[in-house]
């Protein structure tokens, strides 16, 4: 079992930036691609970006590439999505999630484990 508890959300005007945390229990934290899933009002749930149990090889929402910025720390069971030039339409809920699979990592289906979200609001 594996439970993550985000934090970090909260506020920002347009151009502001936040970076998110995202805390896993467990000892096998290091066994997980972890991933970032954002959710507005209205609208489904939509992969953000994914990174491998190392840290070495990470995966982007093409729309997101170069403002936002997966990280982890396997010595720290966190990982963190650095997210740079916010604009409002970032505006949304963001949840981490945990899996073992070794493929389908923007899929929601993929992922065993999730956090309760962290809203992210950015004004104009």
């Known amino acids: 079992q594996v439970q993550l508890v985000e934090s970090g959300g909260g506020l920002v005007q347009a151009g502001g930036s936040l970076r998110l945390s995202c805390a896993a229990s467990?000892?096998?934290?290091?066994?997980?691609?972890m991933g970032w899933f954002r959710q507005a009002p209205g609208k489904e749930r939509d992969f953000v970006a994914a990174?491998?149990?190392?840290?070495?090889?990470?995966y982007y929402v093409d729309s997101l590439k170069g403002r936002f910025t997966i990280s982890r720390d396997n010595a720290k069971n966190t990982v963190y999505l650095q997210m740079n030039s916010l604009k409002p339409e970032d505006t949304a809920v963001y949840y981490c999630?945990?899996?073992?699979?070794?493929?389908?990592?923007?899929?929601?289906?993929?992922?065993?484990?999730w956090g309760q979200g962290t809203q992210v609001t950015v004004s104009s």
């Open positions: 999630a945990a899996t073992r699979r070794s493929n389908s990592y923007t899929k929601i289906y993929a992922y065993d484990y």
């Open positions: 467990g000892r096998t934290f290091s066994s997980y691609t």
């Open positions: 990174t491998t149990w190392s840290g070495s090889t990470t």
